[in-house]
């Protein structure tokens, strides 16, 4: 397992060692021990989450106020673009926000720490996603930053509008977003 340093530090990209040969692959996607190495920190997941879904849906960009979760987020089928935005007031990356394209060709991996909103579009014809979070999920504190908010300015790569939830539709913009410390 490798991990590489996005723009924002705390935000990073895991590649597991992938072995492969005539019959297929192997890795080991998951190891908590050396997870916590890789992080320098321990770090404990309590739920896992699956979804599937079509090209163009844009799911996000979520985040809980209360309960913040760390999040280890992978596509096992199809590809995504993954986004973060640090929404940290005491960061210095406040505002900041990574994309990276996640997918089963690639195996990639992307650790986001709690503190910052999350999001993706698939890119394929459809895409499986897996989340471990490091808290459970809460309706009531969960929040979402309106997806195509001028001020954030993520690049989505979309050819068309996407496809998003009623919800995600309704999210807050930057200026009326509630934030961390």
């Known amino acids: ?33 050396k997870f916590n190495q890789l992080l320098g920190y321990e770090v404990n997941f309590v739920q896992d989450n699956h979804s599937r879904s079509v090209k163009n849906v844009l799911r996000g960009l979520h985040y809980q106020i209360q309960h913040p979760q760390g999040k280890l987020v992978r596509a096992t089928h199809g590809a995504v673009l993954d986004v973060v935005v640090d929404m940290r007031k005491s960061s210095a990356t406040f505002g900041q926000h990574v994309s990276v394209e996640l997918s089963a060709e690639n195996k990639r991996m992307a650790w986001i720490p709690p503190g910052f909103a999350h999001g993706f579009v698939v890119l394929t014809e459809s895409a499986e996603f897996l989340y471990k979070t490091t808290d459970y ?22 050819q068309n509008e996407p496809t998003v939830s009623a919800k995600d539709a309704l999210g807050k913009g930057w200026a009326e977003a509630e934030f961390f410390a």
């Open 1 to 33: 397992m490798h991990a590489t340093p996005t723009k924002i530090a705390d935000v990073l990209i895991i590649e597991p060692k992938v072995f492969g040969d005539a019959r297929g692959f192997f890795y080991e996607s998951f190891n908590q021990q």
């Open 137 to 158: 999920w809460y309706p009531e504190h969960e929040r979402s930053l309106l997806w195509n908010d001028a001020t954030v300015a993520i690049d989505w790569t979309l």
